[in-house]
T-cell receptor
Framework: LAKTTQPISMDSYEGQEVNITCSHN???????ITWYQQFPSQGPRFIIQ???TKVTNEVASLFIPADRKSSTLSLPRVSLSDTAVYYC??????????????FGSGTQLTVLP | DGGITQSPKYLFRKEGQNVTLSCEQN?????MYWYRQDPGQGLRLIYY???????QKGDIAEGYSVSREKKESFPLTVTSAQKNPTAFYLC????????????????FGPGTRLTVT
């Protein structure tokens, strides 16, 4: 079971780049890494997924080192509206068991003016 | 508009009563999920369904039941056997089951906040 560990909270200022790291030491060979954003009293929203190296989309980048034991979500030039909880979730593929689909406690990102 | 709907947004029940939470999706997704979220915590998986007429227990299935008689619907019943039912309940769906090479994005509904007193 790829348990994930993230910092509980982070503060940043508007316009800065924010990097949130997630540790997943027990990740299996075929598992994928996904990241979600959640605002209070709403369902999470998918941000990005990756397997190795770097993935970029219109809102974020995901960096995954060669050993895949961690991943870093990078948010460029954050704004106040990026204040939210960010979760990383390791998706089990080979075992196909969704019993392992448990989100960790997430990182509360607060963007200050 | 395609998406997932959950109703009602807020639900209040007395202890000892069963209650059913609705989840409907018009995304034509095969897989559906139910999660529970407690204040300040992450999401924990209650039940999941890979395809219609199939469902499996997640990490915290005790005190809950589900059905998947139609592809678009995955209702969750919180029974009186659930010791601490007060929580925020989230339903999600994904296009396919955990198939290699596909997108693993889960689409979440707006949630139902259940309060049992």
């Amino acid at each position: 079971l790829a348990k994930t560990t993230q910092p509980i909270s982070m503060d940043s200022y508007e316009g800065q780049e924010v990097n949130i790291t997630c540790s997943h030491n027990n990740i299996a060979t075929n598992d994928y890494i996904t990241w979600y954003q959640q605002f209070p009293s709403q369902g999470p929203r998918f941000i990005i997924q990756g397997y190795k190296t770097k993935v970029t989309n219109e809102v974020a980048s995901l960096f995954i080192p060669a050993d895949r034991k961690s991943s870093t979500l990078s948010l460029p030039r954050v704004s106040l509206s990026d204040t939210a909880v960010y979760y990383c979730l390791v998706v089990p593929i080979i075992s196909g068991s969704a019993r392992q689909l448990t989100f960790g406690s997430g990182t509360q990102l607060t963007v200050l003016p | 508009d395609g998406g997932i709907t959950q109703s009602p947004k807020y639900l209040f029940r007395k202890e000892g009563q069963n209650v059913t939470l609705s989840c409907e999706q018009n995304l034509n997704h095969d897989a559906m999920y139910w999660y529970r979220q407690d204040p300040g915590q992450g999401l924990r998986l209650i039940y999941y369904s890979q395809i219609v007429n199939d469902f499996q227990k997640g990490d915290i299935a005790e005190g809950y039941s589900v059905s998947r008689e139609k592809k678009e619907s995955f209702p969750l019943t919180v029974t009186s056997a659930q010791k601490n039912p007060t929580a925020f309940y989230l339903c999600a769906s994904s296009p396919h089951w955990l198939r290699d090479g596909s997108s693993y994005e889960q689409y979440f509904g707006p949630g139902t906040r259940l309060t049992v007193t």
